[in-house]
C-alpha cells in the first residue's frame, strides 16, 4: 500500500488550514451567493508562492537550463483539499492552469508562451479551455461544427462552445475548431485548430454563469463567435498528430489528447478529496447520532457503509499516489490508464457521497449539511472530462488493440 510521505503530509495540513480559514467561511457564499472563486484561489498562490514556483519551471524550460524536479505533489495536493469543501474551486484552477496554461505550453511556439502562459501561470489573467459544444458531447472532434475560415492576414473564427468552465470571466481562451477552407472536405475529416483568444474580442461573447446542479463554486458558461478575427499568430502550432484514441489524427488533437489525460488526473484528486470529507461526517454523525437508544454506528448496514467508504478511499487514494509517482519520474500514463483512474474515482465518488446521505437520513437532504453539497458535486465526475461511458470504450479499445 502507497503512502503520502511526511513532505507531503506537512503541505496537506498547511493546504488544509487554510482552506479551513479562507475557504470554509466563504462556502455559502461560493455556493449559494454567485461568489467567483478567483480571489481566494489568488490569495492561495500568494501565500504558499504557487506562482513564483510555477514561473521558475516556465523559464527554466524555455531556456533549456536545469528544471526543478517534478512534484506532482504540489500541484494535485491543493486540488484534493479543495474538493473537500469546494470541489469547484479544483475545477476552476485547473482549467486555467492544467487545461489552458498546459495546452499552450504543449502546443504553442516559443513567442506564444511567452505571450500568454506567465499571466496563466500566476492567476493574473483566467483561462478557459473550449472544446465542447452544445451538439457534440462525447463525440467532441467528430460532432464539432465551430469553424476556422482562412482570410487576408488570418482566420473567421465561428461557433458556439458550452459548458466552459470559468467561460463567464476567462481572460485567455483557449479555443478548439475545424479549418473550414472550401476544399469540401468532409466534415469529420477536417484539420483541427487550436486558437488562443482575449476577453473582449469583436464577435466574441461570454455568457453569464449557468445554472446547474452541482460545482457552483466553478463558474461554467457559452461562447460565442460571429466572425471573429485572429491573426495567424493565435494558431497553436500544435505536437504531432495523436496516436492514442480513434480520434481525427489532425493537428491539434494530440494536444487535446494530453489535456484529457491531464484533466481525468485532477479529477481523480478531486474525487479522493470528496471521499473523504463524506467519510469524516458520516463517521462523525454514526458515533452521535442515536436512534432506538444507540448510536447509529451501531448497527451493521450503518457499518457496511462506512466500511465501503474506507475501501473506496483506500483503492481512490492509491491510485493518485501511483499518479504522483509516475508523474514525478517521468512517466506519462496511457489514456487508457488515465480513463481508468478517472472512471473509477469517479463511481467511487458518488457512490460514497449517496451513501453520506443515506447515513444523514432526513438531515442529509437539507443543504444546511454539507453532505448534500458534495453529493451534487461529486455527480459531475462521472460526466466532464468524459463520461463514464466513454471511459469505458476508451479503456476497452486500448485492451483489445494490445492483444491484436
Not at 77 to 91: D, K, Q, S, T, Y
Not at 114 to 126: A, F, G, N, Q, S
Not at 183 to 206: A, C, E, N, Y
Request: proline share 6%; charged share 25%; net charge neutral.
Amino acid at each position: 500500500m502507497l503512502r503520502w510521505t511526511e513532505e507531503q503530509m506537512m503541505y496537506r495540513r498547511a493546504v488544509r488550514q487554510f482552506v479551513e480559514k479562507v475557504v470554509a467561511p466563504a462556502r455559502e457564499a461560493l455556493e449559494f451567493e454567485g461568489l467567483p472563486p478567483y480571489d481566494i484561489l489568488r490569495r492561495f498562490y500568494k501565500e504558499f508562492g504557487v506562482g513564483e514556483s510555477a514561473m521558475q519551471r516556465f523559464e527554466a524550460s524555455l531556456s533549456g537550463g536545469p528544471r526543478p524536479p517534478r512534484n506532482a505533489a504540489e500541484k494535485l495536493i491543493p486540488l484534493v483539499e479543495f474538493a473537500r469543501w469546494c470541489p469547484g474551486l479544483a475545477v476552476a484552477l485547473g482549467t486555467s492552469i492544467d487545461l489552458t496554461a498546459g495546452a499552450i505550453l504543449r502546443a504553442g511556439t516559443l513567442e506564444q508562451k511567452r505571450r500568454w502562459v506567465p499571466d496563466l501561470l500566476t492567476l493574473k489573467k483566467i483561462g478557459a479551455w473550449a472544446i465542447t459544444e452544445p451538439g457534440s458531447g462525447s463525440d467532441a472532434y467528430g460532432g464539432m461544427r465551430s469553424t476556422a475560415s482562412p482570410v487576408d492576414g488570418g482566420y473567421l473564427l465561428n461557433g458556439s462552445k458550452t459548458f466552459i468552465s470559468n467561460g463567464p470571466y476567462a481572460d485567455t481562451l483557449v479555443f478548439i475548431c475545424k479549418l473550414d477552407d472550401g476544399s469540401g472536405t468532409p466534415h469529420r475529416q477536417r484539420p483541427i485548430l487550436t486558437f488562443v483568444l482575449d476577453s473582449g474580442m469583436p464577435g466574441l461573447v461570454q455568457s453569464k454563469p449557468l445554472r446547474k446542479m452541482g460545482q457552483h463554486s466553478s463558474p461554467t458558461g457559452e461562447l460565442h463567435l460571429q466572425d471573429v478575427f485572429v491573426e495567424a499568430d493565435r494558431l497553436l502550432p500544435g505536437p504531432e498528430p495523436a496516436t492514442d484514441i480513434p480520434e481525427p489524427k489532425n493537428r491539434g488533437s494530440s494536444g487535446a489528447t494530453s489535456t484529457f489525460a491531464m484533466e481525468r488526473a485532477s479529477i481523480a484528486a478531486s474525487a479522493l478529496g470528496i471521499i473523504e470529507r463524506c467519510l469524516e461526517l458520516s463517521v462523525d454523525y454514526a458515533r452521535t447520532r442515536v436512534q432506538f437508544g444507540k448510536p447509529i454506528g451501531d448497527f451493521q448496514l450503518i457499518q457496511l457503509k462506512l466500511a465501503k467508504m474506507e475501501v473506496a478511499r483506500l483503492n481512490t487514494e492509491n491510485l493518485l499516489l501511483q499518479y504522483m509517482a509516475m508523474a514525478d519520474a517521468g512517466v506519462r500514463p496511457s489514456l487508457a490508464e488515465a480513463s481508468a483512474v478517472k472512471l473509477y474515482a469517479g463511481q467511487a465518488a458518488m457512490e460514497v457521497a449517496l451513501d453520506a446521505v443515506q447515513v444523514f437520513g432526513g438531515n442529509g437532504y437539507m443543504s444546511e449539511n454539507h453532505v448534500e453539497q458534495l453529493c451534487r458535486d461529486a455527480k459531475v465526475l462521472q460526466i466532464y472530462g468524459g463520461t463514464d461511458e466513454i471511459q469505458v470504450r476508451t479503456i476497452a479499445r486500448d485492451l483489445i488493440a494490445a492483444r491484436g
